[in-house]
């Protein structure tokens, strides 16, 4: 479950931008101020609402540490904020005078990057306030900007829809058209990233208007889309299932952002308004099991997780066997009642006859995973995919042989293709990160 448990309403124009640090929430509006709440009680902080910019102001961060703030405005200009006493540390004027869209700190806080509605993007060292690299896009503005978690290098979106990826010196390393109305938002996911390919590799849907913002959860389970559609719709990065949908807000979803390491959800909209969602911890849970679920294809396991599964069987005693013999997960779903009496030599045949059942239930589960096929279409004596088709509602996709398990709890199974209500898409890849897009759809490279 997802609970609304406190909407913020202290803006007098559009919300453009909210972030998390360990213990407050930075908003910022089109109404040029910064705002600065406790997340103990959701009070406005009493150095708050910061003010300074003369115009709108696009997008606020935190520093890692949750010390500074960063906020950039169509004044062309990004301020840095001391956040416990709401002083400013600096102004740092775009070279080029243009608008400010977005800015982001790195992970290691050694350096800010701003990007400017001219395609300008700047990287400013955050101990001097000093310039440090400058560089452009050929195309449209910059309104995304997101660093890998190593910091090593950082991606920025255009208006135009160019994905540009960038080292930490400032070299470009790769750039292409990623969507062909415009990037609105990107995020990484908190997955390790070692080297740098830049590969498609899914697109979630859900949507039914442009995407204006996306961000992952801090462990990596969960993404979170608004959209000028007024909902928010919040993802499991492993299934690419909905988990839930939220439509509060009466206007487009501007911004979404994750609180770190807690169950927090902040979505801001054109209504002025910012609200507050808690997560149970029966949904992080159940955002979180698809990693288990991964290790129940038991191709992936390890001579260590083989061992564990012995144990759990009542195979204890075959366990230094097992691993005198590296029987990791895909030689375990390989072994045969022969391999068993001579390469493992179990003398025992009733021995051997449990461990072969136990690898074909194995067998027959990563054969349901892969799949994707619920428990409750396989037979439970025979073990085989149920053919004859049972209606228990209506409204449901069915292709030919392959039953698809909706959230109304429609069932068909075993026949031909039906008609249908809502696109659906099944998506197997695990992803890094996200860009949101005006084409209703968040896209995976």
């Known amino acids: 479950m997802v609970k609304l448990i406190h909407t913020l309403a202290d803006h007098g124009d559009d919300v453009n931008c909210c972030a998390f640090s360990f213990s407050l929430l930075a908003t910022c509006s089109l109404d040029k101020t910064v705002r600065l709440y406790s997340l103990s009680d959701f009070t406005e902080l009493p150095h708050s609402p910061l003010k300074f910019h003369t115009y709108a102001v696009h997008c606020c961060c935190f520093s890692p540490s949750g010390h500074i703030l960063a906020s950039c405005s169509t004044d062309g200009t990004t301020v840095l904020w001391n956040t416990e006493n709401g002083q400013t540390l600096a102004v740092m004027e775009q070279p080029s005078g243009s608008p400010v869209r977005v800015c982001q700190f790195s992970p290691d806080s050694t350096c800010l990057a701003s990007g400017a509605a001219d395609g300008t993007v700047v990287l400013w060292n955050a101990q001097s306030y000093k310039l440090y690299r400058c560089g452009s896009v050929k195309d449209g503005s910059l309104v995304a900007c997101a660093f890998s978690p ?26 292409e058209k990623a969507h062909d109305l415009g990037i609105t938002c990107c995020d990484f996911s908190s997955q390790p990233v070692s080297g740098f390919e830049l590969k498609y590799k899914s697109m979630l849907s859900g949507h039914c208007a442009p995407v204006l913002a996306c961000a992952f959860s801090h462990d990596g389970q969960m993404l979170v889309s608004g959209s000028v559609d007024k909902s928010v719709i919040v993802y499991d990065t492993n299934t690419e299932n909905i988990l839930h949908t939220l439509t509060q807000h009466t206007r ?28 149970d911890l029966e949904t992080l849970c159940q955002a979180r099991s698809t990693e288990d679920h991964l290790k129940q294809f038991t191709e992936d396991w390890s001579e260590e997780d083989v061992s564990t599964w012995l144990c759990a069987q009542g195979l204890k005693d075959l366990v230094g066997i097992f691993k005198m013999n590296n029987i990791d997960g895909k030689e375990l779903l390989n072994l045969t009642k022969e391999s068993l009496a001579a390469d493992l030599q179990i003398e025992s045949l009733g021995l051997r006859s449990k461990v072969l059942r136990k690898i074909e239930e194995l067998r027959t589960r990563v054969k349901s995973l892969s799949s994707e096929i619920p428990d409750e279409f396989i037979c439970p004596i025979t073990r085989e995919l149920m053919k004859d088709p049972v209606i228990a509602s209506v409204t449901t996709v069915i292709f030919s042989g392959r039953p698809i398990y909706r959230k109304n709890k429609s069932i068909i199974c075993g026949a031909r293709l039906l008609g249908f209500k809502s696109q659906m898409a099944i998506l197997m890849k695990r992803k890094q990160w996200k860009i949101g897009s005006a084409r209703r759809n968040v896209r995976v490279p």
């Open 150 to 175: 190593n910091g090593s290098f950082f991606v920025t979106g255009s208006s135009c829809g160019d994905l540009t990826v960038w080292d930490d010196k400032m070299r470009c390393l790769h750039s």
């Open 252 to 279: 487009y979803v501007t911004t979404c952002a994750f609180a770190p390491h807690t169950l927090l959800l902040a979505t801001g909209s054109m209504d002025k308004t910012v609200n507050i969602w808690q997560f």
